[in-house]
């Protein structure tokens, strides 16, 4: 059974620093890997979609790698603003087509 | 990528009456999904809904007490039944996009008192 880790649960930080989220999966067969970013009480947004032959997507300040053989992806996270605070869920999309979340990271940047 | 709205954005409900949540998708798909969010948690898989047939739900959930409609590519509804402060839930809709990039609704909010 696919279960996801992320790493650390909660993490704050000064305005303008760098900083790396981590993910970890138990099952490497996966389709795909995607990070969200949710603000409270609100829906998902996504980010970054890495397919399951890619090592890494960028999208502006962020930047998503995947090892698929050590089962990790990290999301990267440049000169971060108070903006960037919000709740950070990686998932994995199984060989069904589903996804399977982590717990989360949540984020916040102090200004 | 997909527009997704839902319906209502957030209720409050008694124990024992059932809600239903519409999700409505500005594109045709094939499979859209369900999910709930329990406070504090992350999200859960209910239940994956394809036109023209019985949608298919993950363990742990029933037909009798989420039945999910999608009567077209556009458009699901999710009934919540028999509800119970346990239910008190973010429940949000899916889509797939290219890539099977997974785009999400804004969710709705429910409490059951």
Redesign the interface.
Known sequence: KQEVTQIPAALSVPEGENLVLNCSFTDSAI??L?W?RQDP??????LL?I?SSQREQTSGRLNASLDKSSGRSTLYIAASQPGDSATY?C?V?DSS???I????TRLLVRP | ?AVISQKPSRDICQRGTSLTIQCQVDSQVT?M?WYRQQPG?????IA?ANQGSEATY?SGFVIDKFPISRPNLTFSTLTVSNMSPEDSS?Y?C?V?GT?????????T?LTVL
């Open positions: 389709y795909n995607q969200f009480g609100k829906g998902l947004t996504s979609l397919q869920l998932a999309m087509y589903k996804l979340f982590g717990s989360g | 990528s499979m999904f948690q992350s999200l859960t898989l994956t993950e973010i949000l899916s797939s890539g099977n990039e997974q785009f999400f609704g804004p969710g909010r």
